[in-house]
């Protein structure tokens, strides 16, 4: 079975083909910058490798430039039509409480997205173009959407209702939602497999540009930084994370317009907006090693807020078996899991350097002493193949196969 995987942002077009009878991955690309005169295209399909440039248009564009790559580059292309592809995985951000799982997409379907839109609008109409771009340009094929929300819909009340009038979750859906779903899932799923336990107690920690931490109780979400937006809960590259609304009024009582707010929240929010550095965390480390004082303190800023939720999870599990990063920082940088580890022995959390230091080459490591209770461990993330397999469980699902006489 060959799935395709779709996830459009704002201006881009990210796309994963997988075999999923093998669990391999085919092909991977990126086409960005859609909607400006001229976009980059990156596509990798075994030894084939392209870097090309040229105007798309639009997401429709777009999905035949993925269509063209598929079935027409290299000797012998990877796909002789597009007949060979099973069925196709979409990422939708957000979900709202309509769907607690993934979904085959229909009209219904694309409704409760549309109506759900307003509460993530620079997300779900790129995710919706997406669909119906790759809908009309792959016909005939069941398509699925894979929610980020969807695995959080098992927080209890007390961790989803905000402490506001009651009536703007019932007639304006107000509540915490929580984010970057399919990769928590992904994880845990991992983790549960390595701890030998179906149904674990975690705290998973999602560091990348986007930053949030799940609260996993017996496998299930219990709670979540992410609040109504992705913009609650940790520092991230380009997000304050839990900010005092009364900061936003005060701003604005000493004359600064609204948009003035957002862009300087845009330029500088995040990791303290650096003079000189990006916020991307290998170039913020660096900048400190060298002694810049203001990058230091991002690091401190960031590592700090990922330690408070990681303690509030740890008491709202009471006992917790892993704790799990992920992410391009969770993943790649050491010293930040050292930052935010180290000193928990009394929490059962027995930190390891010499392990946290040793090469992962992309496989899972743990991080602690074999005494310690809860183990840390840092698994790769694969949000693209979690789509893909629950792409080909509801294809297979929706179209089960013959019964042989």
Not at 35 to 48: K, L, R, S, T, Y
Not at 248 to 269: A, N, T, V, Y
Not at 370 to 397: C, F, H, K, Y
């Amino acid at each position: 079975m060959k799935t395709l995987v779709i996830n459009c942002g704002s201006s881009s077009l990210k796309y994963r083909l997988f075999d999923m009878d093998r669990q391999q991955q085919l092909a991977l690309g990126l086409i960005e910058r859609i909607g400006e005169p001229i976009a980059q295209i990156h596509h990798e399909a075994g030894e084939v490798k392209i870097e090309a440039a040229e105007p798309v248009t639009d997401y429709e564009m777009g999905v035949q430039v993925l269509v063209r790559l598929l079935t027409k580059i290299g000797r012998t292309p990877l796909l002789s039509s597009i007949e060979e592809i099973d069925g196709v995985g979409h990422r939708v951000v957000h979900g709202g409480e309509a769907f607690h799982a993934s979904a085959i997409i229909d009209d219904e379907v694309i409704k409760a997205i549309e109506d759900v839109s307003a509460l993530a609008p620079l997300h779900n109409p790129a995710n919706l173009a997406g669909i119906r771009a790759a809908m009309h340009n792959i016909p005939d094929r069941p398509h699925v959407a894979v929610f980020d929300t969807a695995f959080f819909q098992t927080m209890p009340p007390e961790a989803y209702v905000y402490a506001v009038p009651y009536e703007w979750y019932t007639d304006m859906g107000i509540r915490r939602y929580g984010f970057h779903g399919t990769s928590h899932r992904y994880v845990a799923l991992v983790a549960a497999q390595l701890l030998g336990k179906s149904a674990p107690n975690l705290v998973t920690l999602h560091l990348g540009n986007g930053c949030s931490a799940t609260c996993i109780r017996a496998g299930e979400a219990i709670d979540q930084t992410m609040g109504l937006t992705p913009l609650e809960g940790l520092v991230m590259g380009t997000r304050c994370g839990d900010l005092d609304p009364a900061i936003i009024f005060h701003l604005m009582r000493q004359g600064m317009p609204i948009e003035k707010i957002h862009q300087s929240m845009e330029k500088k929010g995040g990791l303290l907006g650096i003079s000189g550095v990006s916020r991307d965390m290998r170039d913020v480390h660096k900048a400190a090693q060298e002694g810049n004082e203001r990058a230091a303190l991002a690091i401190d800023v960031f590592a700090h807020r990922a330690r408070k939720y990681l303690g509030a999870f740890l008491a709202e599990l009471g006992h917790c078996d892993a704790v799990v990063f992920t992410g391009g920082i969770g993943e790649g940088a050491t010293f930040i899991r050292e930052k935010i580890l180290t000193g928990l022995s009394p929490l059962g959390i027995e930190f390891d350097p010499a392990r946290n230091a040793r090469p992962r080459d992309g496989q899972p490591l743990c991080i602690t002493r074999e005494s310690s209770s809860t183990a840390a461990w840092v698994i790769p993330t694969n949000e693209e193949l979690m789509i893909a397999r629950d792409t080909a469980r509801l294809i297979g699902a929706a179209c089960p196969a013959p019964v042989k006489d």
